[in-house]
């Protein structure tokens, strides 16, 4: 089973950027980041396909938040720019993701894997 590993977190003040890194142990279909604030429900925001790169986003990163790949490393980045305080969260990488009617969707059950999350706080 592939393993995941994040990094990249930390606090950041409203409007700042972080750049977070999903490094994979093996090779993977699909990687999605997921976020889950205090008290709220997990919320896929960005995802993309290994072989194509088809990427989507929720709306709620849309246009701040930008997901790439780097096949040779096997790491998947997520650039995250003009951040608010909403934003924090604890950030999650995992494998397979799919997408259906433009929600991302994380492994069902024990099938797939999950990193251990990475804290972002957006806060001045």
């Known amino acids: 089973q592939v393993q995941l590993v994040e990094s990249g977190g930390g606090l950041v003040q409203p409007g700042g950027s972080l750049r977070l890194s999903c490094a994979a142990s093996g090779d993977t279909y699909s990687i999605g980041w997921f976020r889950q604030a205090p008290g709220k429900e997990r919320e896929g925001i960005s995802c993309i396909s290994i072989p194509d790169g088809t990427i989507y986003y929720s709306d709620s990163v849309k246009d701040r938040f930008t997901i790439s790949r780097d096949n040779a490393k096997n790491t998947v980045d997520l650039q995250m720019n003009s951040l608010k305080p909403e934003d924090t969260a604890v950030y999650y990488c995992?494998?397979?993701?799919?997408?259906?009617?433009?929600?991302?969707?994380?492994?069902?059950?024990?099938?797939?894997?999950w990193g251990r999350g990475t804290q972002v706080t957006v806060s001045s």
């Open positions: 995992a494998t397979p993701v799919t997408v259906v009617g433009g929600t991302i969707y994380p492994p069902h059950g024990d099938f797939g894997s």
